[in-house]
């Protein structure tokens, strides 16, 4: 049973649609990586998984089962989500912003119990932030609250992970730690990750497929190799590059466009 399934869905805002026919699948155990300019309905795809926002026509399945049927609570069962900006200024200690990651398990008007902190310190210590505990949360580096973050929506137990520019805002070291964490967990607990991205090299680099979107549209799809061809980051993002591949790596570079 595939994670996600969409078939055949539009949506769109203040009586446009963005997206038309839209379909897609996200495998189990598979690094998506969602790529695009800006507007081409990236974050927009963030939501309808999740039922924020609903479909006008079509259907999105989550594990079988109709997100439009689902409430937020069933859908936060089994999907955690990343998003790009985290408020800075939480008052918490580490281990309280990961215990919320518990609030969709615990039923209403009862306290975490022992299971809810031990799945918390699971979470804590497979993202590497236990030693972290007793910490504020905003006394913490960038990379530091990130993966505070994860481990948040890892002790959610999902099934499925989405992650919203995870690396936007951090330093190289930074960048690669989080992707390689990401990695790392979807290999050692099965998730089904889905990230939108950017950084189209290291989206070649760590993802096992990618979609490229354009105004709603799936302009192409495919391994990274597939997909971060010149021609299709020409057509996608109306910019000349040079693409060359060196140990399975991408390495994509700009084409200066000035005035001389």
């Known amino acids: 049973m595939k994670p996600y399934s969409v078939r055949n869905v539009s949506f769109g805002y203040h009586g446009g649609l963005l997206f038309r026919d839209f379909n897609m699948t996200l495998e189990s155990a598979e690094l998506l990586g969602v790529i695009g300019p800006n507007g081409s309905g990236k974050t927009t795809l963030l939501k309808l998984l999740t039922g924020v926002?609903?479909?006008?026509?079509?259907?999105?399945?989550?594990?079988?089962?109709?997100?439009?049927?689902?409430?937020?609570?069933?859908?936060?069962?089994?999907?955690?989500?990343?998003?790009?900006?985290?408020?800075?200024?939480?008052?918490?200690?580490v281990e309280e912003m990961v215990m919320m990651g518990r609030?969709?398990?615990?039923?209403?008007?009862?306290?975490?119990?022992?299971?809810?902190?031990?799945?918390?310190?699971?979470?804590?210590?497979?993202?590497?932030?236990?030693h972290l505990i007793g910490r504020n949360f905003n006394q913490l580096s960038g990379g530091e609250r990130q993966r505070v973050i994860i481990a948040r929506a890892l002790a959610q137990e999902p099934k499925v992970l989405l992650l919203d520019e995870p690396t936007a805002h951090l330093d190289?070291?930074?960048?690669?730690?989080?992707?390689?964490?990401?990695?790392?967990?979807?290999?050692?607990?099965?998730?089904?990750?889905?990230?939108?991205m950017h950084d189209l090299s290291l989206a070649g680099q760590y993802m096992d497929r990618l979609i490229m979107l354009k105004k709603g549209k799936v302009l192409c799809?495919?391994?990274?190799?597939?997909?971060?061809?010149?021609?299709?980051?020409?057509?996608?993002?109306?910019?000349?590059?040079?693409?060359?591949?060196?140990?399975?790596?991408?390495?994509i570079s700009i084409k200066a466009q000035v005035l001389v």
Do not use: C
């Open 53 to 93: 926002n609903r479909v006008s026509q079509g259907s999105i399945k989550l594990l079988g089962n109709d997100v439009a049927k689902l409430s937020r609570a069933e859908i936060a069962k089994s999907v955690a989500v990343v998003s790009q900006d985290q408020p800075q200024d939480f008052v918490f200690s």
């Open 103 to 130: 609030l969709p398990h615990v039923p209403r008007w009862q306290w975490e119990g022992s299971k809810d902190w031990e799945l918390a310190r699971e979470a804590m210590i497979l993202t590497g932030v236990d």
């Open 172 to 196: 190289l070291q930074y960048q690669g730690e989080i992707l390689d964490l990401v990695w790392r967990l979807r290999k050692e607990i099965g998730l089904a990750v889905l990230l939108v």
């Open 221 to 251: 799809s495919g391994t990274p190799k597939e997909v971060l061809t010149a021609k299709n980051i020409r057509e996608g993002f109306n910019r000349e590059v040079d693409v060359f591949w060196s140990n399975g790596h991408p390495h």
